[in-house]
């Protein structure tokens, strides 16, 4: 996940991937100021519904692979309008061909996890009381931001706790964010909330962080310290979102190529951490990371070793051509005919991470529910894939996200 302006992110978990009328890729095209066509790419609400299983080894036809999904400037009443009409929509028969489905019974249990952005309260009125908690398994809390010292802090004690003077942070329980999440952690018992550090604009530190295991068991610890010790029982786990190791993310980014090791020897320092604290409260705390779609996967992460170490991985698969200037798919599901980078779709980056030897059940796949909008692209095959003057910019309030957001894989 990335700083994005005001967005909810959702997962869902379904049973199977494939191609069908349940998929609706969107490629619309409109008269552009100039006279020449403009094309708009997105994916449809319905792609919720339709996944195809990746593993058939022995013998088992399906596994359970997480499904995540953005929802970007999306009221929580109409979040919860959408996963209703998706429910109608895995109900509905047309939504896909007859499979044969397996009855082992699944190693985990679906997860149904959210992104929060704290700062969505301040700028799009974000309201945590009327999210869905009763169907989210998981809210993760973005972010927390690694100070100077090495240590992880508070991303804004204003909006986190209500400390909004120079004073510090709060003492009292009840103030901010924090508070919110609270009283809807009451009103759903059975939902787990986690704290992510970093992302697009607060990974320059990640680096030095890793780099020894002094320098790791003192993150390490501040993080254990901030997010469980010091909010009595609200945390369950910790999210690392460091965009991203070795190479990638902001120009002004610390990266170094023993990165890809450090990355691993960090996330393994946290879950020391977490499970001597977990051994004292009688309980077991939560470890997951956000990680890259592309291919540069292998470069950036010792994937095996990390899958090991996490509860699971949420892959950021969309963005795919937001750094480029190819009118193309945000999310695409399957290569298209013709298109010039048929490593960035959806299927290809779980292919990746499951011959990297993670397992589906350890996936949480990302879907967006924005487009991106094209200027100057030819009337051919749609204009999709083509080349434009520009790359993709920002469509109507409410349907897209800044033009600043970054690339993903």
């Known amino acids: 996940m990335s700083n994005r302006t005001g967005w909810v992110g959702m997962a869902l978990s379904a049973d199977w991937m494939r191609p069908s009328r349940c998929v609706q890729l969107i490629a619309g095209r409109r008269q552009g100021e100039d006279g020449r066509q403009e094309t708009a790419a997105g994916w449809g609400v319905l792609e919720l519904g339709c996944w195809l299983t990746l593993d058939e080894r022995a013998g088992r036809s399906l596994t359970r692979p997480a499904v995540a999904c953005i929802v970007a400037a999306m009221h929580p009443r109409r979040i919860i309008r959408v996963l209703a009409a998706t429910s109608l929509a895995?109900?509905?028969?047309?939504?896909?061909?007859?499979?044969?489905?397996?009855?082992?019974?699944?190693?985990?249990?679906?997860?149904?996890?959210g992104y929060l952005a704290s700062w969505g309260v301040r700028s799009?009125?974000?309201?945590?009381?009327?999210?869905?908690?009763?169907?989210?398994?998981?809210?993760i809390?973005?972010?927390?931001?690694?100070?100077?010292?090495?240590?992880?802090?508070?991303?804004?004690?204003?909006?986190?706790?209500?400390?909004?003077?120079?004073?510090?942070?709060?003492?009292?329980?009840d103030g901010g964010n924090f508070a919110e999440l609270r009283r809807l952690k009451e009103r759903h018992p059975h939902l787990k909330l986690l704290v992510a550090?970093?992302?697009?604009?607060?990974?320059?530190?990640?680096?030095?962080?890793?780099?020894?295991?002094e320098s790791r068991r003192t993150f390490a610890q501040s993080a254990v310290d901030l997010v469980i010790r010091r909010t009595n029982g609200l945390f369950d786990g910790i999210d690392i979102d460091?965009?991203?190791?070795?190479?990638?993310?902001l120009a002004t980014n610390v990266t170094r190529p023993e990165d890809r090791q450090n990355c691993t020897l960090l996330l393994q320092a946290l879950r020391a951490q977490l499970d001597e604290q977990g051994a004292r409260d009688g309980r077991r705390y939560l470890l997951t990371i956000a990680t890259i779609a592309g291919p540069a996967v292998?470069?950036?992460?010792?994937?095996?070793?990390?899958?090991?170490?996490?509860?699971?991985?949420?892959?950021m698969t969309y963005d795919y051509h937001s750094g480029s200037k190819i009118a193309h798919f945000n999310a695409p599901l399957y290569t298209a005919t013709g298109d010039p980078t048929p490593g960035f779709t959806v299927d290809s980056t779980v292919r990746r991470y499951v011959h990297g030897g993670v397992?589906?059940?350890?996936?949480?796949?990302?879907?967006?529910?924005?487009?991106?909008?094209?200027?100057?692209?030819?009337?051919?095959?749609?204009?999709?894939?083509?080349?434009?003057?520009?790359?993709?910019?920002?469509?109507?309030?409410?349907?897209?996200?800044?033009?600043?957001?970054p690339p993903r894989p």
Not at 147 to 160: I, T, V, W, Y
Not at 298 to 311: N, Y
Not at 385 to 396: H, L, Q, Y
Request: one cysteine or more.
């Open 197 to 213: 550090a970093g992302g697009w604009t607060g990974s320059g530190r990640f680096s030095d962080v890793a780099l020894t295991p």
């Open 141 to 173: 809390y973005a972010f927390a931001r690694i100070g100077e010292d090495g240590r992880l802090a508070l991303g804004d004690p204003c909006l986190d706790t209500g400390a909004c003077d120079s004073t510090g942070l709060s003492r009292t329980a």
């Open 242 to 249: 460091w965009e991203y190791p070795v190479r990638g993310g």
């Open 359 to 405: 397992s589906p059940t350890k996936l949480v796949i990302g879907l967006p529910f924005y487009g991106r909008v094209y200027g100057g692209v030819a009337s051919t095959n749609d204009g999709l894939p083509a080349c434009t003057r520009a790359g993709p910019g920002r469509m109507a309030h409410g349907h897209g996200l800044p033009s600043d957001h």
């Open 298 to 315: 292998f470069a950036q992460l010792e994937l095996g070793a990390v899958a090991a170490t996490v509860d699971w991985l949420n892959v």
């Open 124 to 139: 799009k009125g974000t309201r945590i009381a009327e999210l869905p908690g009763a169907q989210l398994t998981h809210i």
């Open 90 to 113: 895995l109900a509905a028969d047309a939504c896909a061909p007859k499979v044969q489905v397996s009855t082992a019974p699944a190693s985990e249990p679906p997860r149904i996890v």
